[in-house]
């Protein structure tokens, strides 16, 4: 499938902002199974921009300074990105979960996907005993990698209401638990929490989705958003496999990746620090438009 994605973040300052310093991870990363055929970054007023290195986990990052004052600020990426991902199927000779788990532990792999970075708590994620011993209901040593990571997914999408009223950013996993209620974020906060609690290495997706309007209606332009799941590692011959424990499926088709971290802190899709503004306010447009079959 080939999409056309324009994602529009737009700034209100009460009082000019004097100067601003924000990091743009707005460009979808390469990763198996999808190809970014042309993307363009907007800026108004124009900034000064500079590509910049991730320091942890996997982003392509433009650091946007601006030092003349501005009331106003928007930020519009446009991407096409062709995805043909499969649906990941469940084979009786997939390793088990103590399998994964010692195979994770002996890993030397340095690099930003290599799974010794995403066995440990972070900074948003921390382990909960609460979480981890609802989680280890499904999470048996001997279970197939593949069939519990699914199963793990689906209770939680079962079990947990979406309610965007429940959560905020910074509320912690535990919270979100405790409520059975919340986003994406906290949806894939809470199954990270828990696989990381089994020793399997799991890291935060960001990125988009594509959504499906009822039948006979429109699909609404803008109406889209970003969206948080799963990536776990199984293994050194499955790798990284996406798991959405908000809709209860696997990351396929309808999945395109922007970024991946140890949590949201890593990889939101903007951050940084504004100077003299005031009061600010935020509007995010998200548009994930399906072209044609690939």
């Not at 324009?6 to 004097?18: I, L, M, S």
């Not at 198996?32 to 392509?60: D, K």
């Not at 340095?110 to 994620?125: D, F, N, T």
């Not at 903007?270 to 438009?289: C, K, R, Y």
Request: hydrophobic residues 45%.
């Amino acid at each position: 499938m080939i999409y056309d994605i324009r994602h529009v973040t737009r700034f209100h300052y009460g009082n000019a902002a004097q100067f601003a310093r924000c990091n743009l991870r707005l460009k979808p990363i390469d990763w198996a199974g999808q190809n970014l055929e042309r993307y363009r970054l907007s800026i108004m007023p124009t900034g000064r921009t500079v590509p910049v290195r991730a320091s942890a986990g996997l982003a392509n990052i433009v650091r946007l300074t601006i030092e003349e004052p501005v009331r106003q600020l928007t930020i519009e990426s446009v991407s096409r990105i062709t995805v043909d991902r499969m649906v990941p199927m469940i084979h009786p000779d997939d390793p088990t979960i103590a399998q994964v788990a010692q195979a994770a532990r002996a890993c030397r792999d340095p690099s930003p996907m290599g799974p010794s970075a995403y066995l440990y708590p972070s900074p948003l994620i921390p382990l909960d005993r609460d979480i981890a011993d609802w989680c280890a209901e499904e999470l048996t040593p001997d279970r197939r990698i593949t069939d519990a990571a699914i199963a793990l997914a689906q209770r939680i999408q079962r079990e947990f209401a979406f309610d965007p009223t429940a959560t905020l950013v910074d509320t912690p996993p535990h919270d979100a638990f405790v409520k059975r209620g919340g986003v994406c974020q906290d949806f894939a906060q809470i199954m990270i929490s828990g696989l990381r609690a089994a020793g399997l290495a799991a890291a935060y997706a960001s990125g988009y989705i594509r959504t499906i309007p009822p039948p006979g209606q429109e699909r609404l332009i803008g109406a889209d958003a970003t969206h948080a799941w799963v990536m776990l590692w199984c293994g050194d011959v499955l790798g990284w496999i996406g798991v959405d424990p908000t809709n209860g499926i696997w990351m396929a088709g309808d999945h395109i990746v922007m970024a991946v971290g140890r949590d949201y802190a890593e990889i939101a899709p903007i951050d940084g620090i504004v100077l003299g503004s005031g009061m600010q306010q935020m509007d995010v447009t998200v548009d994930v438009a399906p072209l044609e079959t690939a």
